[in-house]
């Protein structure tokens, strides 16, 4: 068989046409995880993100080297959280709730990405919601400075 110019082009025109759909599984959106594979607070905020639809991939990390990866990816010391995930050129960080992460990526902010510093009780993945504590979801922007994105009363 032989393939000629017209039949590669238009091989490498549908590729090519493609290649946006890949950030999504199967029309789920997908976000990537950086976690300590030890730690079950990130299990059950992974599980709550795949049964609210998000295609959900891990990778382990530890300590140093995933506080250096929060760091070098613009996300403040002051708003880490345990784990780190990684959707459409955003960060995530701690136990944001699906909705945000959603609303995030929708409006395309021109940010790093939200944070749930500290281990909320209550917010997805630490307990259940309706004992949950206050807490705040914070939009990162690119020079640092971060700003209320959206807020969550006690129950």
């Known amino acids: 068989m032989t393939l000629t110019r ?6 490498t025109a549908s590729f090519a046409a493609s290649v946006p759909a ?6 789920r959106p997908a976000i990537h995880v950086l976690k300590d594979p030890n730690c079950g607070c990130c299990t059950a905020w992974i599980e709550i993100l795949r049964e609210d639809g998000f295609a959900v991939t891990t990778e382990p990390s530890f300590g140093a080297l995933l506080m250096r990866h929060k760091l ?7 708003m880490t959280s345990c784990h780190t995930g990684e959707i459409e050129g955003y960060m995530i960080e701690g136990h944001v709730p699906p909705a945000d ?3 995030l990526v929708s409006d395309r902010p021109d940010a790093v990405g939200l944070a749930v510093p500290g281990m909320p009780y209550g917010s997805p993945g630490m307990g259940p919601e309706d004992e949950r504590d206050a807490y705040d979801v914070f939009l990162i922007r690119k020079d640092g400075s971060t700003e209320i994105f959206a807020s969550y009363d006690a129950a």
């Open 6 to 11: 017209r039949a590669m082009m238009a091989v």
């Open 22 to 27: 890949m950030g999504t599984a199967q029309g």
């Open 72 to 78: 070098e990816n613009g996300i403040p010391q002051n």
């Open 101 to 103: 992460i959603r609303r």
